[in-house]
């Protein structure tokens, strides 16, 4: 096959045609600024951005005066987290969280650490998953926001988000939800699962980079946030800023392609994801799924192939754009904080490769995949005495391995 492979799909997304078709004249012909109210350029402008608003709450099932429109996910947790930390410091200053979290979250905590806020971080099982009760322990009187996200970026487990709502409605929390990986791929339905704040971005659901939104819940309860960004009071004064209104008629174009594929979407990447798995385990022993098999993101592989180097392996495949870590961190060579907060050795977490199948990925493109990390992983081992001492039932825990 010619030219690299694209199989990166939880860390960006090309752009659906049919986006791009209701993007284009919103570039030159439509050209108005949505807050212009006093002329049909304006109105114009007002009346795609209302269209896209209606099609994102759509996708989650919100009312459309709830969605917020943001650059993306990263400032949506900004605002949410921040926002929601300062408006409610009176009542507490205590937020819960995971270890397993996307750094936008994490380091939002860390932050908010830094003025005067307490953060429990909670480590999620082997599978990287957490539950209700594990939650509940944590809560305190002065527990003002739990923030889990409904799917993992690095190894696609899926909370249980339904059971994690119903718990923060019990018992007053604001419950935020980072859905920058479910919205679009799976089912989501804002309150069917009691979330009060979830975010999503467009290039994760084949839409712009460079925009995406929060939901605010409006009713029972009514969120308050305090705004981080001051200027014209645009989005209800939540996210002043003059909209980017091509962007968001192509975030909300890709929010309404995903909604109506939704189900044939999460087949055609499942099918690859198993079809790829299948010829992989098939000719490899020592490889490993990392989360949790029976509750992940349809197209998302992640796997650990003992011993081989991450690097080494994605540096003996460049046909295949695939990731190791989170594209976020890639450029670090600490392992995974996702699979060492789930308890995965360092050794298997540095042999982690995400594999991510789309809606443009052909059954072709998942063999070829296949057999090039099989034929890259053979070459890796042969070099590999460690493989060799385990295949001869070695236990190497056990070997004492002296200097001179």
């Given at each position: 096959?010619?030219?690299?492979?694209?199989?990166?799909?939880?860390?960006?997304?090309?752009?659906?045609?049919?986006?791009?078709?209701?993007?284009?004249?919103?570039?030159?012909?439509?050209?108005?600024?949505?807050?212009?109210?006093?002329?049909?350029?304006?109105?114009?402008?007002?009346?795609?951005?209302?269209?896209?608003?209606?099609q994102?709450?759509?996708?989650?099932?919100?009312?459309?005066?709830?969605?917020?429109?943001t650059?993306?996910?990263?400032?949506?947790?900004?605002?949410?987290?921040?926002?929601?930390a300062?408006?409610?410091?009176?009542k507490?200053?205590?937020?819960?969280?995971?270890?397993?979290?996307?750094?936008?979250?994490?380091?939002?905590?860390k932050?908010?650490?830094?003025?005067?806020y307490e953060?429990?971080?909670?480590?999620p099982?082997?599978?990287?998953?957490?539950?209700?009760?594990?939650?509940?322990?944590?809560?305190?009187?002065?527990t003002?926001?739990?923030?889990?996200?409904?799917?993992?970026?690095?190894?696609?487990?899926?909370?249980?988000?339904?059971?994690?709502?119903?718990?923060?409605?019990?018992r007053?929390?604001?419950?935020?939800?980072?859905?920058?990986?479910?919205?679009?791929?799976?089912?989501?339905?804002?309150?069917?699962?009691?979330?009060?704040?979830?975010?999503?971005?467009?290039?994760?659901?084949?839409?712009?980079?460079?925009?995406?939104?929060?939901?605010?819940?409006?009713?029972?309860?009514?969120?308050?946030?305090?705004?981080?960004?001051?200027?014209?009071g645009?989005?209800?004064?939540?996210?002043?800023?003059?909209?980017?209104?091509?962007?968001?008629?192509?975030?909300?174009?890709a929010?309404e392609?995903?909604?109506?594929?939704?189900?044939?979407?999460?087949?055609?990447?499942?099918?690859?994801?198993?079809?790829?798995?299948?010829?992989?385990?098939?000719?490899?022993?020592?490889?490993?799924?990392?989360?949790?098999?029976?509750?992940?993101?349809?197209?998302?592989?992640?796997?650990?192939?003992?011993?081989?180097?991450?690097?080494?392996?994605?540096?003996?495949?460049?046909?295949?754009?695939?990731?190791?870590?989170?594209?976020?961190?890639?450029?670090?060579?600490?392992?995974?904080?996702v699979?060492?907060?789930?308890?995965?050795?360092?050794?298997?977490?540095?042999?982690?490769?995400?594999?991510?199948?789309?809606?443009?990925?052909?059954?072709?493109?998942?063999?070829?995949?296949?057999?090039?990390?099989?034929?890259?992983?053979?070459?890796?081992?042969?070099?590999?005495?460690?493989?060799?001492?385990?295949?001869?039932?070695?236990?190497?825990?056990q070997?004492?391995?002296?200097?001179?």
């Open positions: 096959m010619n030219g690299p492979i694209y199989l990166d799909y939880q860390a960006t997304t090309p752009v659906d045609p049919r986006v791009l078709t209701a993007m284009l004249p919103y570039f030159s012909d439509v050209f108005g600024n949505a807050a212009s109210r006093s002329h049909p350029f304006g109105w114009k402008a007002e009346k795609a951005v209302d269209n896209a608003r209606a994102c709450a759509a996708l989650i099932g919100a009312h459309e005066k709830e969605i917020v429109f650059s993306g996910s990263t400032e949506a947790i900004n605002l949410a987290l921040k926002g929601v300062k408006m409610y410091a009176s507490g200053k205590h937020i819960i969280t995971s270890l397993s979290e996307h750094k936008a979250v994490l380091d939002v905590a932050h908010l650490e830094k003025e005067g953060v429990t971080y909670l480590a099982d082997e599978k990287g998953r957490h539950s209700a009760e594990q939650i509940e322990a944590a809560m305190r009187e002065d003002i926001v739990v923030s889990i996200m409904w799917a993992n970026n690095e190894i696609g487990t899926i909370q249980p988000i339904h059971e994690i709502g119903k718990l923060c409605k019990e007053g929390v604001l419950f935020m939800c980072d859905g920058t990986q479910a919205a679009g791929k799976i089912p989501v339905d804002v309150n069917e699962a009691g979330v009060d704040l979830l975010c999503a971005s467009g290039h994760k659901i084949y839409g712009p980079k460079g925009v995406g939104f929060l939901y605010v819940r409006r009713k029972n309860p009514r969120v308050r946030l305090v705004a981080q960004m001051d200027g014209g645009h989005e209800r004064g939540m996210r002043s800023g003059t909209l980017n209104v091509p962007g968001i008629v192509g975030l909300g174009a929010a392609v995903a909604r109506l594929d939704l189900d044939s979407d999460a087949e055609h990447s499942a099918s690859l994801r198993e079809r790829f798995e299948a010829r992989v385990f098939k000719a490899l022993d020592q490889v490993f799924i990392n989360g949790d098999e029976d509750n992940r993101l349809p197209g998302c592989s992640n796997l650990s192939f003992a011993y081989v180097e991450g690097e080494s392996l994605i540096m003996g495949i460049p046909n295949l754009a695939v990731s190791s870590g989170s594209a976020c961190t890639s450029a670090s060579l600490e392992p995974s904080h699979l060492q907060s789930m308890g995965v050795g360092d050794e298997l977490a540095h042999s982690s490769i995400r594999f991510g199948f789309g809606r443009l990925t052909t059954e072709e493109e998942a063999d070829y995949a296949a057999d090039e990390i099989i034929r890259a992983v053979n070459k890796l081992r042969e070099l590999s005495p460690l493989y060799e001492m385990a295949q001869e039932g070695i236990d190497l825990s070997v004492n391995w002296t200097g001179h």
